[in-house]
């Protein structure tokens, strides 16, 4: 299988930093994926990494080592309207099969 | 146009209908993916089409039934449903299976089945 860790839930302080690990197998690996999903929602796209570094976009920045199996995503200057589930998900080559971790649950609090 | 489009957005059915749900996307990708998502859970891979053949069937029951008519459509025939198949369907495209590139969805089809 391609087991995704990701914590199930965090809270984080309104303008603060939070950043949200994601560990995966290695074996097949061809990018990662993340996304935001609101409740009730489809996931939207929010960055892509298939090579080792950081990857920026505004407040949100997302980082992956492919030889640790690992990627974060860091949210800068929280908003209420961050609050929602991240989901990490990750390509592997056997198909094209895009597959998701469990989703964390961000609780951004005033 | 960077949109999947689903038909229809909420769906209600009795466990002895046939009923199908709908995918569009005009982006000229040629992979296109069924997921099933409960009530908090992440998406769950279904199928992947790739050029328009099934590539990829997660073990799913036979009665979910994908057809891809053309480059730019997805179906999902539906019959004889169980009220535990009662989910978020999401479609999604991305320019190839297995190529690096972002997977757009749909909005989704809401489905009960009562």
């Known amino acids: 299988g391609q087991n995704i860790d990701q914590p199930t839930e965090m809270t984080a302080t309104e303008g603060a930093i939070v950043q949200i690990n994601c560990t995966y197998q290695?074996?097949?690996?061809?990018?990662l994926f993340w996304y935001q999903q609101h409740a009730g929602e489809a996931p939207t796209f929010l960055s892509y990494?298939?090579?080792?570094g950081l990857e920026e976009k505004g407040r949100f920045s997302s980082f992956l080592s492919r030889s640790k199996g690992y990627s974060y995503l860091l949210l800068k200057e929280l908003q209420m309207k961050d609050s929602a589930s991240y989901l990490c998900a990750a390509f592997y080559n056997q198909g094209g099969k895009l597959i998701f971790g469990q989703g964390t649950e961000l609780s951004v609090k005033p | 146009d960077t949109e999947v489009t689903q038909t229809p957005k909420h769906l209600v059915m009795g466990m002895t209908n046939k009923k199908s749900l709908k995918c569009e996307q005009h982006m000229g990708h040629r992979a296109m993916y069924w997921y099933k998502q409960k009530a908090k859970k992440p998406p769950e891979l279904m199928f992947v089409y790739s050029y328009e053949k099934l590539s990829i069937n997660e073990s799913v029951p036979s009665r979910f039934s994908p057809e891809c008519p053309n480059s730019s459509l997805l179906n999902l025939h539906l019959h004889a449903l169980q009220p535990e198949d009662s989910a978020l369907y999401l479609c999604?495209?991305?320019?190839?299976?297995?190529?690096?590139?972002?997977?757009?969805f749909g909005q989704g089809t809401r489905l009960t089945v009562v």
């Open positions: 990494n298939v090579l080792d």
């Open positions: 999604a495209s991305s320019q190839g299976a297995g190529v690096n590139t972002e997977a757009f």
């Open positions: 290695t074996s097949g690996f061809n990018g």
